[in-house]
């Protein structure tokens, strides 16, 4: 009796022994680890924060400053040569002509000096070309904004220069409304004088905010970006600027974050033209002062690490032995050996952990073998899925198609089609999403429609009737372009009648529906009974499949959601797709 309660007391200690090593190593290392933590970053994000501030200020102020001291040597340059224009007796004179020639060839960054009638007539070009003489200037922004504000001088935004012929410069132009003397009359006119942007934007790219950093020009009218390093990212969508915000401040600093990192944004704004210099660094890039915490730094690591390595060799020698037994019995299960049963002993926890590993081994095993059949589905989904994103006999019949339409002179199709072709493909690839709004999918099928009635001479119309309120509900991508494909390729392609296919989205019962109707060849009940369940499979189209569309749809939303059809012979096929009424902020909170 003794001996057993002696027996019983000595195992309840080890329990706890081991119990209460484990606690108190890992909250020794807890409480060591926050406190290193919070002095580090203390230090560090005060000292650096105050530094990038400080820097990134003074860097956007130096390119303010050259910026601003440019357009003013830009502007007193325009303004000599308004006064020589509008105190000559003759523009036509060649003595002013010369003096102008002179001034253009000492300014390599002057791309070209016009000057116009109120009219839009031009009246002289400087350096002289052949200019273009089916530009209407009057409608030019430059011009307009000459004439809108009278004796102001105007800046535009950075274009390419249009006035000659073979002149594709980016320029920003100089616009002023001047009086001239022509024939010894007064005339009222535009004086325009094109600047390389070059320049510009060598004033910009020259400067550095670490590694990632840049600067940006907007203008603070419209929010319009003048100057970007990154402008091609700007135009196709890849890249975002926040300029809403950057336009609720002249001068000042914020932070924002993008793509989660956190950005230090310093706006200043350059007079006389209405242009914002907006710095962009990036704070975690901000770890550059050393001098005054290198040393408390290293002590400080020296003594965490020692902490920590005595720390672990105390609870290692604690717990290392029974630990390693049961890791030994463990190895061929490391090697991928799932069908074995364990029995470790060593103290109670073991015990426990080798009965919950043997059913954890159990669980894995299903789950592996589950998990097999999953993979394999999604996979074939998957590829189906790709194959309808980039269909190459699809793109090879347009193709063929368009130069067809070349060779026949039908420019206005051409550009149609490829236009068409482009914003196919941009919505096919949705940027990886998988799930898109019903207004993508719509617009998806809507240049699909143009392209095939491009290729088939017009051999059916369509329509397209939208519900405002299923526009911004969710749906997986591609699901109606099999459908289009099927109603084409096999309801309306063999007709003698021109066909009709009508595409109709709506809110019935809390849930979207969009209905497909051709006046097509119909089909048999018996090939309409096994379509969905894949006995029926397409010679044609775009791989995908209806079945496909019904099994995604099902998987995304669950078993009410899917397809039904119903078709009859020579009267045609409708398909009725029903969706859950889902927008982007429930599937966020979901």
Not at 168 to 183: A, C, D, H, Q, T
Not at 233 to 247: P, R
Request: proline share 2%; aromatic share 8%.
């Amino acid at each position: 009796m003794m001996k057993r309660f002696l027996r019983r007391s000595f195992h309840n200690v080890k329990v706890k022994s081991i119990q209460f090593v484990i606690t108190v190593s890992f909250t020794l290392i807890s409480v060591v680890m926050l406190i290193v933590g919070i002095a580090l970053y203390q230090k560090f994000s005060n000292t650096a924060e105050q530094n990038a501030f400080l820097n990134t200020e003074q860097i956007v102020d130096q390119v303010s400053y050259n910026l601003e001291y440019y357009i003013k040597g830009m502007s007193d340059l325009f303004e000599v040569i308004d006064y020589k224009i509008q105190n000559n007796k003759a523009v036509e004179s060649d003595v002013l002509r010369e003096q102008l020639d002179g001034i253009l060839s000492s300014r390599q960054d002057i791309v070209s000096l016009a000057l116009f009638t109120n009219k839009g007539e031009i009246f002289t070009e400087i350096p002289k070309h052949d200019v273009r003489r089916n530009v209407n200037y009057k409608e030019q922004s430059w011009f307009q904004a000459a004439m809108e504000n009278p004796n102001h001088l105007t800046f535009s935004l950075p274009h390419i220069q249009n006035i000659f012929k073979d002149q594709y410069k980016w320029v920003v132009s100089m616009s002023k409304e001047i009086v001239f003397n022509r024939g010894g009359e007064q005339v009222r006119g535009v004086l325009l004088i094109d600047v390389n942007f070059k320049t510009i934007d060598d004033l910009c790219q020259r400067v550095s905010l670490g590694k990632k950093g840049y600067v940006y020009i907007i203008d603070e009218s419209a929010g319009n970006i003048v100057y970007h390093p990154q402008q091609q990212l700007i135009n196709v969508g890849l890249k975002y600027e926040n300029v809403e915000q950057a336009l609720q401040f002249s001068y000042g600093r914020y932070t924002d974050k993008m793509n989660d990192e956190k950005r230090l944004i310093t706006v200043k704004t350059v007079s006389n033209i209405g242009w914002k210099i907006i710095g962009v660094s990036y704070l975690n890039e901000i770890v550059t002062v050393k001098k005054d915490t290198g040393s408390f730094i290293v002590w400080l690591l020296v003594i965490v690490i020692l902490c920590i390595l005595l720390l672990s060799a105390f609870m290692s020698a604690r717990i290392s032995k029974p630990i390693n037994r049961l890791k030994k019995s463990m190895e061929q299960v490391e090697r991928g050996d799932f069908d074995i049963s364990i029995n470790v002993k060593g103290g109670d926890e073991v015990e426990q952990l080798s009965r919950r590993f043997n059913l954890m081994v159990a669980r894995i095993r299903q789950l592996m073998d589950q998990s097999m059949r999953e993979q394999e589905t999604k996979r074939k989904n998957e590829l189906e899925v790709l194959q309808s994103q980039i269909n190459p006999h699809f793109l090879y019949n347009t193709l063929n198609s368009v130069v067809r339409m070349v060779g026949s002179g039908k420019s206005e199709d051409v550009v149609t089609t490829i236009t068409s072709l482009s914003k196919f493909f941009r919505i096919s690839l949705s940027r990886g999403k998988s799930i898109i709004t019903v207004q993508e999918e719509l617009e998806h099928i809507r240049h699909y429609l143009i392209i095939q009635t491009m290729r088939y001479k017009n051999k059916f119309d369509y329509e397209i009737t939208i519900d405002d309120r299923a526009l911004v509900c969710l749906t997986p991508k591609l699901v109606l372009q099999p459908i289009v494909e099927n109603a084409i390729y096999h309801g309306i392609e063999y007709m003698v009648d021109k066909g009709l296919i009508q595409i109709t989205a709506s809110v019935v019962d809390e849930k979207v529906l969009i209905v497909v109707r051709d006046n097509g060849l119909g089909m048999k009940q018996e090939a309409l009974a096994n379509i969905l369940v894949g006995e029926t499979k397409s010679d044609a189209g775009s791989g995908v499949g209806v079945r496909n569309v019904h099994e995604r749809i099902r998987l995304y939303f669950g078993e009410m959601y899917g397809l039904e059809i119903e078709s009859e012979l020579e009267e045609g096929t409708e398909v009725r797709i029903w969706l859950p009424l889902l927008k982007e902020g429930d599937e966020a909170s979901g």
